[in-house]
């Protein structure tokens, strides 16, 4: 991060602060934005974390939560928190499209320093100090590292080791991908200031309602489509899916990943039907891009293994979109896995 030292005299005296982060908050999304939040006001900082839309429920008990601002449900709240905001940190995103009219918002806040903390490919260039890694885990890691970088972890707690060690375990899928020595003794920091992973899985894991288990079930047997020629798997939810099942932010987080568990699927796809839109979350094993049909065909981006996108089109015609893509890449989906 350039200009540290200017930042660490911006922190010095506690300022209204605004922690903003994108559409559809995921467990990174949440535990960056709520472990800057715990961080800041130990300092006597007036922070508030602002989202676009709803969080899954299965984070509600992180400590915080209860103060987020949802843009969607109380919007003239949240604006006004961006225009007293003396500094606006930007988490988990890459641009300020990604957070709907906050963006809009936020952008209208000239002279106002903005701080993104990220690890998305191709960072848009509207902010002041800018931390990002694409090579890290999770913005929670990058959090650890804008802490350290401000020579300040010995003021980590369990609090704020909780909410990073969420988005960690989140981003990382219980540490299957994107780890590195680096994040495991991070990892082991945080468990040495008190914070107890093996509870943190059970909240984020083994909470889930009976409706959910319905749901995947359905998902593994009627909705499932797999694509051997290409080792590619998808699975399908329709509006009518979504009221039998009675759908709900955060229902269908994880289904898509339980498609590279069968051994040679290379890639895999959550297809959902929206009012208006269908949405794509997309997964893969090794080192096939998903991130590049995202964004190239999908209006989309996101990581090499894990990326989303959206389509205009009708879910059939997506799917046949989705299909009609996937011999441009048969060559790198019929590569031996190395496991």
């Known amino acids: 991060m350039n200009n540290i030292e200017d930042l660490k005299k911006l922190l010095s005296t506690p300022k209204k602060v605004a922690i903003v982060s994108h559409r559809n908050p995921d467990g990174d999304a949440i535990g960056s934005s709520l472990a800057l939040f715990h961080y800041l006001s130990r300092y006597g900082h ?40 003396e500094l606006i940190f930007c988490l988990d995103f ?35 100090y800018t931390l990002s890694d694409i090579s890290a885990s999770s913005t929670c890691e990058l959090i650890y590292d804008f802490i350290e970088l401000l020579e300040d972890t010995k003021t980590i707690d369990k609090i704020i080791g909780e909410c990073m060690l969420t988005g960690i375990i989140t981003d990382t899928g219980s540490f299957r991908y994107s780890t590195s020595s680096k994040l495991y003794r991070i990892v082991a920091e945080l468990k040495d200031k008190g914070v107890d992973d093996l509870d943190l899985q059970n909240k984020i894991f083994n909470s889930q309602t009976a409706k959910q288990l319905r749901l995947l079930g359905h998902c593994l047997t009627r909705g ?28 269908t987080e994880g289904l898509v990943n339980y498609i590279l568990r069968i051994k040679q699927m290379r890639c895999a796809a959550l297809i959902t039907e929206r009012e208006g839109f269908v949405k794509l979350s997309l997964r893969s094993k090794g080192d096939f891009s998903v991130q590049e049909i995202a964004s190239k065909y999908f209006s989309g981006g996101g990581h090499r293994n894990a990326s989303g996108g959206m389509s205009k089109l009708s879910l059939s015609d997506t799917i046949k979109k989705f299909k009609d893509i996937l011999p441009g890449y048969e060559e790198e ?3 031996p896995l190395d496991f």
Request: hydrophobic share 35%; aromatic share 10%; glycine share 6%.
């Open 46 to 85: 007036e922070a508030t974390v602002c989202f676009p839309s709803e969080y899954p429920p299965i984070f509600r008990w992180m400590p915080g939560a209860d103060y987020i601002l949802i843009h969607d449900k109380q919007g003239e709240a949240a604006n006004k928190e961006i225009e007293k905001a």
């Open 94 to 128: 890459n641009a300020l499209h990604r957070i709907d009219k906050l963006g809009e918002k936020i952008a209208e806040q000239e002279g106002v320093p903005k701080i993104l903390i990220d690890h998305h490919l191709d960072p848009e260039d509207f902010s002041d």
């Open 224 to 251: 499932l489509e797999l694509l051997y020629d290409y080792n590619t798997g998808m699975i399908i939810l329709t509006k009518e899916d979504y009221r039998r099942f009675r759908i709900q932010r955060g229902d």
């Open 333 to 335: 989906l019929n590569k």
